[in-house]
């Protein structure tokens, strides 16, 4: 299972939602490296998802290691909110996205990957000082 502190990636503020319901305000770890965004048993649950008898696991592997894992896939809402006072519908809203749930993750509740979600935004990532910066942004906000 990967820890918190073995990541060194950006973190967004993100609200997950399902069939009208959302998930408290969470840090989630953004990874370009990840092909899946995978959410935590305990965030799916708080939401009211469950697997469905015809939900069979599948197979994944642990970002940054060779650790695998079972995940059950599912559609769910990713919203981008700014603060955690922000109303998800607000935010930057990817609906019906694939997510993953699995506690492959650890004590991250949240990691967003490139399937489904990241995918579908623009986004600029700086890691060198003094422009660390992350920025996401749906494709159509994009200047002319």
Same mark, same amino acid.
């Given at each position: 299972?990967?820890? &918190?502190?073995? *990541?060194?990636?950006?973190? *967004?503020? %993100? $609200?997950?939602?399902?069939?009208?319901?959302?998930? $408290?305000?969470?840090?989630?770890?953004?990874?370009?490296? +990840?092909? =899946?965004?995978?959410?935590?048993?305990? %965030?799916?649950?708080?939401?009211?998802?469950?697997?469905?008898?015809?939900? /069979?696991?599948?197979?994944?592997?642990? %970002?940054? +290691?060779?650790?695998?894992?079972?995940?059950?896939?599912?559609?769910?809402?990713?919203?981008? %909110?700014?603060?955690?006072?922000? &109303?998800?519908?607000?935010? =930057?809203?990817? /609906?019906?996205?694939?997510?993953? *749930? +699995?506690?492959?993750?650890?004590?991250?509740? *949240?990691?967003?990957?490139?399937?489904?979600? =990241?995918? $579908?935004?623009?986004?600029?990532? $700086?890691?060198?000082?003094?422009?660390?910066?992350? &920025?996401?942004? =749906?494709?159509?906000? &994009?200047? +002319?």
């Amino acid at each position: 299972m990967l820890q &918190e502190h073995e *990541v060194k990636a950006p973190k *967004v503020l %993100v $609200r997950i939602g399902y069939e009208g319901h959302w998930s $408290r305000p969470i840090r989630a770890l953004v990874d370009t490296g +990840s092909p =899946l965004t995978i959410i935590s048993p305990d %965030v799916a649950q708080t939401l009211g998802w469950s697997p469905s008898p015809e939900t /069979q696991l599948e197979d994944i592997q642990g %970002v940054g +290691s060779q650790q695998a894992a079972s995940a059950w896939k599912a559609m769910m809402d990713v919203a981008f %909110v700014q603060s955690p006072a922000q &109303e998800p519908t607000l935010g =930057l809203l990817l /609906q019906e996205t694939v997510v993953c *749930v +699995s506690p492959l993750i650890g004590q991250g509740p *949240v990691l967003i990957g490139q399937h489904a979600s =990241l995918e $579908r935004l623009r986004f600029t990532q $700086r890691n060198q000082p003094p422009f660390w910066d992350f &920025e996401l942004a =749906l494709p159509e906000e &994009e200047e +002319s």
